[in-house]
């Protein structure tokens, strides 16, 4: 080998030398501390919380970690402020199962008594600052609201239908192809033909390329006897469809097939955007799509 090629050799064996080097020190050390989360199955770790909408009493966060750790609840306000609730979701107690395992206890209230599945929020902040180690769990409960029917033409502040009559909303936001949809709204009826007020129905038509879990672009729903929009009367429902989103094109058509006696009143329309991460913690299986899916009526 000539001198040349000698020195060449040895400068590119110097630059790979220097370069594998490099690479080895900006690697960044593997930790050894840590902090997990789940609820059900240590398996089947969790970033944040999904609250149903009925609530929970003594509902548990189980947290496994190898350093000592501080908590803090922080709530946030992301309701309507008139009907906002600091203290929906509430840590009852935390208890040390064993060690590294700790298990917090809370219960959290209905959001369903709000006629609305509008989201609220908080945080749990888990934190080892001798560690330079800290986590942020995000506690949820309803879902994010994209759309709101206000009824403003109607002097009674909702729409009120008799006989044939029906009403159809106006367009929709475009929604995101990534979320699914919910609805919700308050049904009531009253009457004054004591034989129809276990019969009363609404249909409920979406237009635009979705439709309900059914398969079907019409959902009927059963209309309680009562006087104002409240809790038993909320209804919701979950929208699919082929790849398809709300559009500009979607609306909803509430139509009534009973007799002109009966009078059914709607109120509190709204719809909301979900993942399809929520939609498996509120089917309890991340396949929701191929199990049974329950009666949302």
């Known amino acids: ?55 929970v009493q003594d509902g548990q966060i189980h947290i496994l970690s190898n350093v000592d750790l501080n908590w803090k609840y922080m709530v946030d306000q992301t309701l309507d402020p008139a009907r906002w609730d600091p203290e929906w979701f509430q840590i009852k107690r935390v208890e040390e199962a064993e060690p590294g395992h700790l298990v917090i206890t809370y219960d959290a209230k209905s959001i369903l008594v709000l006629n609305s599945l509008e989201r609220r929020e908080g945080k749990l902040s888990l934190s080892c600052p001798q560690a330079s180690l800290g986590k942020f769990l995000s506690v949820r409960q309803g879902y994010q609201r994209q759309f709101l029917e206000t009824f403003d033409a109607e002097t009674d502040g909702h729409v009120t239908l008799s006989g044939s009559q029906t009403f159809t909303t106006q367009e929709y936001p475009v929604l995101n ?48 006897i009562a006087t104002q929009a409240e809790k038993d009367n909320l209804k919701y429902l979950l929208l699919v469809g082929n790849g398809q989103r709300m559009s500009n094109k979607t609306h909803f058509i509430f139509s009534v097939a009973n007799d002109e006696l009966v009078y059914v009143h709607i109120d509190n329309f709204a719809a909301y955007k979900v993942t399809e991460a929520e939609l498996g913690y509120l089917f309890q299986d991340e396949d929701f799509e191929d199990e049974d899916e329950p009666d949302w009526e």
């Open 1 to 55: 080998m000539n001198k040349k090629a000698f020195i060449l050799l040895w400068a590119f064996l110097a630059v790979m030398t220097w370069s594998c080097g490099k690479e080895e020190q900006s690697a960044p050390p593997t930790r050894s501390e840590y902090i997990k989360v789940y609820e059900t199955s240590e398996n089947k770790t969790v970033d944040d919380i999904q609250v149903p909408f009925d609530g």
């Open 177 to 224: 192809r990534d979320y699914f949809d919910y609805i919700s709204f308050n049904a009531w009826a009253e009457t004054t033909n004591e034989f129809r007020s276990k019969n009363i129905t609404l249909d409920i038509t979406v237009s635009g390329g979705l439709f309900y879990e059914t398969g079907l672009t019409t959902h009927r729903v059963n209309v309680p």
